[in-house]
């Protein structure tokens, strides 16, 4: 069985602040011959997506740096006891895969709040990632940082071209191994690309 970790799409969901509204608009609906046709219009950062260099670096690349294989594969869900709101390198639990998701107290509030005091990374963690050979890191965040702190965060990660994978929504699912399944769109030379993530057992045949 497959669980689907990404937020739903819609108008009122939870927003980083700053971040432009999601907007669904009708073109024509489905009457009189002809078709229904929506205009969509969303931040690169709305809902769960992935972070790009050019998020943080003007002449960054977009996710066509990142190799499709980063996506697909083997993942530890990882869950962060819930006083924990700053996840530093000693809070990161022993891993065996390259690719790490974080389950903190995020994902124990309602999915279309955004909340400022969320739990995220600092420095040693993403430091600490370094040095397990982490291709993708994924938080059920909007942001894999605190809010306000300086961002050697996305830096680190990022100029070391790790996937990052923001906005996860992880109520209901346990710490444990996992096949990850998780695809951007592809939109190129942009600062970041909406995505679905879903989780399959380990021993599931895909
Ligand atoms: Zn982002």
Redesign the pocket.
Known sequence: MLIDISRPIHSNMALYPNNPAAVLESVQTAANNQSGLTRIALGS?AGT?I?ALA?IAAEGSGIEAFQLEQYIGHVDVVEIPSNITTITAQDIPKTTAHRIIFKTANSRHPIDNFRPDFTALDESAAQELMNRDIVLVGIDA??IKKKGMRDRVHEILLHANVV?L?GLYLAGVEAGQYQLICLPLSIAHID?VPARAVLAPLTEAL
Do not use: P
Request: net charge negative; no cysteine.
């Open positions: 950062h997506h972070d998020h909007l942001s990052i923001e970041g």
